[in-house]
C-alpha cells in the first residue's frame, strides 16, 4: 500500500500527543525528531526533510499553538496542512479548455510510459468524454508499437502508426486526428535506459514542432531518490508541464512523491496505483495526506464505486437483500464488484479511522481469503448458489475437495452467510414497518430520508 510505512510512523507519533491537554516545547521537538526520522526512512529526500520539519517547528510552538485550547489538535492540523503544501497544494487537472487537447508523454524505458498512455486515454474517453487517439511514436523499443495497438484494441481507442521516422509519425498523427474528429491526442515518445543526447534532440524537435498542452513525465515511483534526479533532467530539457509517478501502490515509502515538487517546482498530476487499466488517478494532495495521516479517503472511494460499479446492478442487489431472495451467486457478484474498487487494504485504509480499530492489523489481512471464498461458490452447483439451504454435509463435503479448501472453511463461509440472510431479514422488516422505520432513522441521527 502507498505510504504505508511513512503512514504507520506518523500516526504513532501524532497519537502520542493527542491525548494531552498542554503541549510543551519539548513535546514538539520530541515529535519533530520522529516526524524527520520517519521522512528520512521514507527516502524522502533531506533538504526537503529539514524545511519540512522547520516550517512544522515554527508555527507548532507559535501563538496558534500554544494559545489554543486543544493544542495536540492544532499541531495536527499544521501537519496536514504542511503535507498538503508538500504534496502540491491543489489538484492539477491534465485536461485544457481547448477545443484540442495534445498530450507529450516522455520517461525513460521501464517507467511504465506506453501503457500510462493507454490508461490515460481510457480515463478522458470515460470520464470526460473526450475522443482520444494513441500516436505510437516510440520506434526504438522492440513490441513498443505493438504493445500500444493491443492496448488501443483492448480499451477501444485508435491507434496511429506508420513507418517512418517520429517527427513524421507525429505530423501525419495530429491530421489524422484532425481528419477523424479526434480531440484528444497523446503521443508515446520513446525511452532509453538513461538519459542521453540523441533521446533529449528527438523530444525537443517534437515538443518545438507540435507545441503540446501537456508534457507528461512518467516516473517509476519504486525507484526512490533516482526519479528526483530523473525528473530534473528531464525538466531542464524540457520544461516538462507535470509529472505521472508510477507503481505508486507497490511503493511502500512514498520518497518520491513526498520530494519531486518541492524539488522541481513540476506536480504530480497522476498517479498509477495498480496494473488494471482503470487504475490511474488524479493526484489530489490533500486526499492523499489525509491518507498518510489515517484520516481516511472517503472521496477517491466514492469516486471509485461510482466509476467501478453498475448502479442498475447495485440496485438490484439491495432489492434482492430486501426482498430476503439474496443467493450465493448475488454474493459472488458483490466479490467481483467489491473487487473493481482495489485491494482490501487500499479500501479500508480510505475509511476514516480502520487504522485505529483495535484488533485490526492492516498488515495481516489475507486478500488471498477472497480467492478461496470464490473458490468454494464456483465449486457449488446451480442449485446449491440459489438455495444453499439444501447445501447438507456430504454436499457441504464435495464442495471442500472440489474447491482444494478444508471442510471448516465451507461450513464457516455458509455459517456466515445464513447470519447475514438473518441480519438482512431483521433489516428488511424494519424498511417495512413505518414506525420502526422512524426509529431507524433516529438512530442514524436523522440523516436517512425516511
Known amino acids: 500500500m ?12 501524532i497519537s502520542k500527543i493527542r491525548g494531552k491537554g498542554k503541549v510543551s516545547e519539548s513535546d514538539v521537538k520530541e515529535m519533530m525528531r520522529e516526524i524527520r526520522l520517519a521522512l528520512l526512512e521514507a527516502d524522502v529526500n533531506f533538504k526537503v526533510v529539514k524545511e519540512f520539519v522547520k516550517k512544522i517547528s515554527e508555527r507548532a510552538v507559535g501563538v496558534e499553538v500554544m494559545k489554543s485550547l486543544t493544542p495536540a489538535q492544532q499541531i495536527v492540523k499544521i501537519v496536514n496542512e504542511e503535507l498538503v503544501e508538500l504534496l502540491g497544494g491543489q489538484t492539477e487537472e491534465v485536461l485544457k479548455n481547448k477545443k484540442i487537447n495534445t498530450v507529450m508523454m516522455v520517461g525513460l524505458q521501464g517507467a511504465g510510459k506506453t501503457t500510462t498512455a493507454g490508461k490515460l486515454a481510457l ?3 470515460k470520464n470526460n468524454k473526450k475522443r482520444p487517439l494513441l500516436i505510437a511514436a516510440d520506434i526504438y523499443r522492440p513490441a513498443a508499437v505493438k504493445q500500444l495497438q493491443t492496448l488501443g484494441k483492448q480499451v477501444d481507442i485508435p491507434v496511429f502508426y506508420v513507418d517512418k ?5 507525429v505530423k501525419e498523427g495530429l491530421k489524422y486526428a484532425e481528419d477523424n474528429n479526434l480531440n484528444y491526442i497523446i503521443i508515446d515518445t520513446a525511452g532509453r535506459l538513461h538519459i542521453d543526447e540523441l533521446l533529449m534532440n528527438e523530444l525537443r524537435e517534437i515538443k518545438e514542432d507540435v507545441n503540446p498542452d501537456e508534457i507528461l513525465l512518467v516516473v517509476d515511483s519504486m525507484i526512490g531518490q533516482e526519479s528526483v534526479n530523473i525528473a530534473k533532467s528531464f525538466n531542464e530539457e ?9 507503481k505508486l501502490d507497490g511503493d511502500t515509502r512514498g520518497g518520491a512523491a513526498l ?5 522541481i517546482n513540476k ?3 497522476l498517479v498509477g496505483m495498480g496494473e488494471k487499466m482503470n487504475d490511474l488517478e488524479d493526484f489530489h494532495p490533500e486526499r492523499m495526506a489525509s491518507r498518510i495521516l489515517g484520516m481516511g479517503d472517503v ?5 471509485k464505486a461510482q466509476s467501478s460499479i453498475d448502479e442498475n446492478e447495485a440496485k438490484k442487489m439491495q432489492e434482492k437483500m430486501l426482498n430476503q ?7 459472488l457478484a458483490q466479490l467481483n464488484q467489491i473487487k473493481k474498487l482495489g485491494s482490501i487494504k487500499d479500501i479500508l485504509g480510505m475509511l476514516p479511522g480502520m487504522g485505529k480499530l483495535k484488533g485490526l492489523d492492516m498488515s495481516k489481512i489475507d486478500e488471498k481469503q477472497f480467492t478461496y471464498i470464490e473458490a468454494i461458490i464456483q465449486s457449488m452447483t446451480v442449485e446449491e448458489r440459489q438455495n444453499p439451504d439444501i447445501i447438507n454435509v456430504p454436499r457441504r463435503n464435495r464442495i471442500a475437495k472440489g474447491s482444494g479448501r478444508p471442510i471448516s472453511e465451507v461450513h464457516k463461509l455458509i455459517k456466515q452467510f445464513d447470519e447475514m440472510r438473518k441480519m438482512m431479514k431483521q433489516f428488511g422488516g424494519l424498511m417495512n414497518n413505518k414506525n420502526k422505520r422512524k426509529g431507524l432513522g433516529k438512530f442514524f441521527g436523522g440523516s436517512l430520508p425516511f
Open 259 to 263: 520530494s519531486i515538487k518541492s524539488i
Open 325 to 331: 431472495t439474496f443467493t450465493f451467486e448475488d454474493f
Open 267 to 269: 506536480p504530480i498530476k
Open 299 to 303: 472521496l477517491t472511494l466514492i469516486e
Open 165 to 169: 521516422p517520429p517527427l513524421e509519425i
Open 2 to 13: 502507498a505510504f504505508e510505512n511513512l503512514s504507520e510512523r506518523l500516526q504513532a507519533t
Open 123 to 125: 480515463k478522458v474517453k
Open 238 to 246: 524540457l520544461e516538462i508541464s507535470g509529472i505521472v509517478l508510477t
